[in-house]
């Protein structure tokens, strides 16, 4: 398992913009899988958005598609830019990584996790 840290939450009014940053404890190009889950208060964790370990096949959860976007440097970062953020999309959110040829959207799917950074879409 790899050590991930998340950075970047915050409070931000509905239709702003929030970037999250995930940084490594070791080199995950071309080794890892990354991405990210959320969940909000009294629901289920769920899937975000993911890269695979090439940093191709960017995935996204129907809920943020056209809104979110993924991205990850060659060495041990990963990034999620929130834009037109929603009410709804309040929710601690999760780094993860997974030494992974593919993309899964499962939480089981992923064997290394960060604390969370919680996000808070508000007027």
């Known amino acids: 398992q790899v050590h991930l840290s998340e950075s970047g939450g915050g409070l931000v009014q509905p239709g702003g913009s929030l970037g999250l940053t995930c940084a490594a404890s070791?080199?995950?190009?071309?080794?890892?899988?990354m991405g990210w889950f959320r969940q909000a208060p009294g629901k289920e964790r769920e899937f975000v958005a993911a890269?695979?370990?090439?940093?191709?096949?960017p995935t996204f959860a129907d809920s943020v598609k056209g809104r979110f976007d993924i991205s990850r440097d060659y060495k041990n970062t990963v990034w999620l830019q929130m834009n037109s953020l929603k009410p709804e999309d309040t929710a601690i959110y999760y780094c993860?990584?997974?030494?992974?040829?593919?993309?899964?959207?499962?939480?089981?799917?992923?064997?290394?996790w960060g604390q969370g950074t919680q996000v808070t879409v508000s007027s």
């Open positions: 993860v990584a997974d030494r992974s040829s593919e993309i899964g959207r499962y939480s089981h799917d992923y064997h290394s």
């Open positions: 070791e080199p995950t190009w071309g080794v890892y899988a």
């Open positions: 890269l695979a370990q090439w940093g191709e096949n």
